[in-house]
Nanobody
Framework: QVQLVESGGGLVQAGGSLRLSCVVS????????MAWYRQAPGKQRELVAV???????NYADSVKGRFTISRDNAKNTVYLQMNSLKPEDTAVYYC?????????WGQGTQVTVSS
């Protein structure tokens, strides 16, 4: 089992920044990749950013150049630095971990960007 706890969401004005954190615990050995998803009201959940065990990253086109995913292995934490936020970034953001063919999800953290 893997447990994920997100934090760092909140209300921010357009153009501002937030940093989300995801603390990972449990059977973290053999986690292949970590990712951030988001789901806005009335929309499907979408992949925002991924970081693999090897450190490769990938981003949704809508956030490229604005968001950065990173990790601190010593703290078992994955981050999502979000800059130049837009109202359309408003969503619940979820941290996920892929391990042995199974995806684990956190409870989500709300990000609201006001115009």
């Amino acid at each position: 089992q893997v447990q994920l706890v997100e934090s760092g969401g909140g209300l921010v004005q357009a153009g501002g920044s937030l940093r989300l954190s995801c603390v990972v615990s449990g059977s973290i050995f053999s986690i292949n990749a970590m990712a951030w998803y988001r789901q806005a009201p009335g929309k499907q959940r979408e992949l925002v950013a991924v970081i693999t065990r090897g450190g490769s990253t990938n981003y949704a086109d809508s956030v490229k150049g604005r968001f950065t995913i990173s990790r601190d292995n010593a703290k078992n934490t994955v981050y999502l630095q979000m800059n130049s936020l837009k109202p359309e970034d408003t969503a619940v953001y979820y941290c996920t971990a892929s391990r042995l063919g199974f995806n684990y999800w956190g409870q989500g953290t709300q990000v609201t960007v006001s115009s």
